[in-house]
């Protein structure tokens, strides 16, 4: 019987999976249904594996709850390893912070949560291990996020589109820095396959000004075009957008001035793809999004802001999942060790 619901779990989730990312690839939801499939595969294994090495399962709860925790630990590890790299490599600002302060969250709730559970009463115990489960919300929440954004990379994009847009991540000292040079690198190479191919698709560089710089990116994105040998008429540049949003309806905006319709080609840094693909969608904008190359160690600080970010979008829908995890996982407690 246990088999049967694993198996009928795991077909449920593919299934769902394979329906909604058919449909619309640019959906965290696909992730989820993904999730879905691998922890009930994943828990199925573990009680099989108990089995055979004689280890008794006192509930099926128990291998379902030990998965986030052993996430939200994992995670937290590769957090503070990161953020403890990205501080000397890049400074102590704020963002680059962000890693190394989670990670070290999540490590004193796993050492509070063991604390408690250790301390002995019933009642005390439980509060521990909600304490010690509590952090394995964002961490299965960014798991399936993750495997939504691997989903999504992995697809082929739509070839012909009618422009390239490329989204701006500000300037130094005026110049271009590498993380947005490899953007325009990755777009001035589509858009030479795409003249072997006869065709001409525009470049639109997007990014406005901001405070401390001396010019807007759209306009410094459209010097590094020209001096690679783009013709300035197959250059329209946007350089008002001050997000990722405006980036996307300036630029389309502008495109339908010119009488240019037709899906487009996004590119931005691999991090920033999923977040930018959701917001396409949320738009109503037709568009593929692709990433460029970006420096290993900044990617997990990066890719977290924009987890994060994500986030924000449902503030209500997370609050309330954990709200119910909180409670589903007290309970879940309470009937093992009570039981």
Not at 262 to 291: E, F, K, N, P, Q
Request: proline share 4%; glycine share 10%; net charge neutral.
């Amino acid at each position: 019987m246990r088999l049967l619901v694993h198996a009928a779990i795991i077909a449920l989730g593919l299934v769902l999976y394979a329906v909604s990312s058919r449909t619309e690839p640019r959906r965290w939801r696909n992730g989820v249904f993904l999730l879905v499939a691998v922890w009930s595969a994943v828990d199925l294994v573990a009680g099989e594996v108990a089995d055979r090495l004689g280890v008794e399962r006192h509930e099926d709860g128990v291998v379902l709850l030990a998965l986030p925790w052993l996430s939200a630990v994992v995670l937290g590890l590769l957090l503070l390893v990161n953020g403890l790299r990205m501080v000397r490599r890049e400074g102590r600002s704020l963002s680059n912070l962000l890693s190394l302060l989670l990670g070290l969250g999540m490590i004193v709730a796993t050492v509070i949560g063991v604390t408690l559970f250790l301390s002995g009463p019933t009642t005390v115990a439980v509060i521990g291990i909600v304490i010690l489960l509590l952090p394995g919300y964002p961490a299965l929440s960014l798991v399936s996020y993750v495997l939504y954004c691997l989903d999504y990379l992995r697809r082929r994009k739509r070839p012909t589109p009618a422009a390239i847009v490329v989204l701006g991540s500000g300037l130094v000292d005026g110049r271009i820095p590498r993380l947005l040079a490899r953007r325009l690198d990755a777009a001035i190479a589509l858009r030479r396959v795409e003249e072997l191919h006869g065709r001409r698709p525009p470049l639109v560089p997007s990014g406005g000004q901001g405070e401390d710089e001396p010019t807007s990116e759209g306009a410094a994105m459209t010097a590094y075009l020209l001096e690679r040998g783009l013709d300035e008429h197959d250059v329209v540049t946007e350089d008002e957008a001050t997000s990722t949003e405006e980036n996307l309806l300036l630029s389309r905006a502008l495109l339908e001035e010119a009488g240019i319709t037709g899906h487009l080609r996004v590119i931005t840094s691999g991090y920033h793809v999923g977040r930018a693909a959701l917001i396409c969608r949320r738009l109503g904008i037709d568009a593929d999004v692709s990433g460029a190359r970006t420096a290993w160690y900044f990617v997990p600080s990066a890719f977290l802001r924009e987890f994060v970010a994500v986030l924000t979008y449902h503030p209500w829908v997370n609050a309330v999942g954990l709200t119910v995890w909180a409670a589903v996982s007290a309970v879940l407690t309470y009937a093992v060790i009570a039981g």
